[in-house]
């Protein structure tokens, strides 16, 4: 017999019939079978594809276990409740296995647990009842947590603090709000501390300064707001201190720092939105740390923090967006850690004068100017692992080097848009296949568009718009089947648009307004093999020709602007199918028909433009049922009859909208509708006639009163006799009245007496 096997790994084995779900362990060799399992200490079965949560009897006796690692399987099922026979456990290994509901109180019998790890699962409820559980332990031996990606919510309970053997604690991306309990700072072996990607607010308790052994301090992206606590500056083991993506306020001095001798990753500041919390660099300082990482995004910072900065030499990845800097970029800094960095961004800031093109950045991988004041020939330097550059919004002359593809031949992304900058657009793009994306907007670049494109290139995004590019269309770009996004609007292109570029089956959106082509629409906008088109935009060119039904069978199209043409022939009714349409601008062209009946269709029109064309016919009562309507030109066409009123119209109550269609009539116009006299003069009889009714009734109801009054009191007047008779007949009434009650009180005394 083989003695008892004390550790058992199965991790990755792909064991579709895994044991748990069968009786028997046939499974494994016969030389396995006859080993004592009852006392095994460690299994890991880790990523094996088990699915079933039903455990079998020789599983469940394997109650000396002390390490368990079932991660990566798929149960899809409830905490297992069998679990609770796992008295010894020390370490437990349930994340990214599907568990879904509560975690259930039987976590509470690990009371030997140190290592706990449920990360990616679909737990819902409270976090609260999970806590209460593992605080029923006599004693608390847990020393490691991971409940990240597990969909938890609540508050974290002021008991916190009674888990002191606590190292690791992960609590990222859940649902967890309120704010961190002072009980905190209770846990002084606490090393990590990750509650990031959360909805934790108000500020950061003082007592954080008392986890003397925390290295990674991680609250970013939550909804903190307050000052950062001095005591931030106590925690001397502290590495990466990661404070994004919330609303700080205050001042961070040197107090935060001083005692951070092995701080390597700071981040602190908000993507969305500037802050108040200024960053105040000491000028006749040295900080005591080498920062690796350094993020700081629309804070406030100081006037010495620049050369603050200069004293950090050992940097990898710098982020300072939106911080309001004004100054230049030193050469002698960026030389002393141009070997290390693998990212460098300090867009949105005031940086200006040159940027120095002289530097070698043999690491870097991506690296962001944009939205500066950098002038100068265009800094391209020799970047062999760079795959992303921005440098759009700067001052930036000259033309772009003819040998880019060889500089940067790994580059994706090349954003160059809003700069000075001219000369031909070199034919060595072509060449780069592993651009995607090329942004060249609003420069004054000359000659033809690149005619080699490669038909292996993986460009997506291709935007040249706002230049003065000349010449056809080059059919060449047709090879670009990976082609989502083309701007080639506000140039000078001529000739037809190419069939060719029927064959970009992604393209989901084309703009090629603002040019000098001419020709018909194609017929293949519209057809199968570009159906994913969203925006269509062809406006201010020479066009001709009819708008055909085939345009209308792009069902997912949002911006539709065929304006400044001379397309003529009416506006097919099918175009109110297009029931995505938020922008339908047809004008100044030589439209004629009527406009379609149907266009209330559309409901989430906002923009809609037919003027300055030749329709004709009233205006559709249907345009009023466009709720989502905020701008409408109808002007300079032929319409007539009544402008439609009611819901969104009503909004849009100015003659502009209608003028220069000279048989319109109705509001907003002062120009009366033939009806409109009729409905006055039967009005005004109308009024007459209820007034001469109101006259007769007060001349009936004053001969009424005076025959009723008369009739009676003159008669008695007249006749004295009759007037005698009459106040003798109330005389006697009155008497029979008085002789009834007096016996009526005569009898109720009787009867009280």
Known sequence: MLPSLLELHLSSCQIESIPLSLQSISFLPLSLQRINLTSLLVLDMSYNGIKSSSFSSWFLNLTNLKTLDLSGNDFSDHFP?????????????????????????????????????????????????FWRSLSNCPSNTLESLDLSSCELEGQLPAFLGMFKSLQNLNLRQNILWGSIPDSIGNLSSLRTLDLSYNKMNDSIPDSIGNLSSLRTLDLSYNKMNGSIPESIGQLYELVSLLLLGNSWEGILTEAHFINLTRLQDFEVGNIDRPMSLIFDGAYDRVPPFKLHTICIINCQISPGFWVWLQTQTELSDVILRGNGISDSIPDE??????????????????FHGNFPSHLQFPNLTMIDLNHNYLEGPLPLWCFPDANSLYLEGNLFSGPIHSNIDQMMPKLQELFLAENHLNGTIPPSICNMQKLQILSLRSNQFSGKLPHAWNMESTMVFLDVGQNNLSGKIPTSLGVLSSLEILKLNDNNFSGQIPDALQNCSSLKSIDLGDNKLSGKIPLWIGGSNVSKLSRLLLRSNYLNGCISQQLCNLQGLQILDLSHNSISGEIPEEISSLIMLGTLNLSM?????????????????????????????????????????????????????????????????????????????????????????????????????DGNDKLWLYVSVVLGFIVGFWGVCGTLILKTSWMYAYFQFFDDIKDKVALAISLKLARFKRFLF
């Open 589 to 689: 062209n030589q439209l004629t028909g009527k406009i379609p009946s149907k266009v209330g269709n559309l409901r989430w029109l906002e923009t809609l433009d037919l003027s300055h064309n030749h329709l004709s016919g009233q205006i559709p009562q249907s345009l009023s049922s466009l709720t989502s309507l905020s701008h409408l030109d109808l002007s300079y066409n032929n319409l007539s009859g009544r402008i439609p009123s009611g819901n969104q119209l009503q909004t849009l109550n100015v003659s502009s909208i209608y003028i220069g269609n000279p048989s319109l009539c109705g509001v907003p116009l002062s120009t009366k509708c033939p009806e409109d006299d009729t409905f006055t003069a039967k009005d005004a009889k109308d009024k007459n006639d």
């Open 81 to 129: 409740s069998e679990f609770s026979n796992f008295k010894s456990l020390e370490n437990l290994d349930l994340s990214g296995t599907g568990l879904k509901g509560q975690i259930p109180e039987v976590s509470g019998n690990f009371c030997k647990l140190k290592v706990l790890s449920l990360s990616g699962n679909n737990f819902d409820g409270g976090i609260e009842e």
């Open 333 to 350: 800094w960026l030389l002393k850690i141009s070997s290390q960095p693998t990212s460098l961004e300090l867009s949105y800031n005031h």
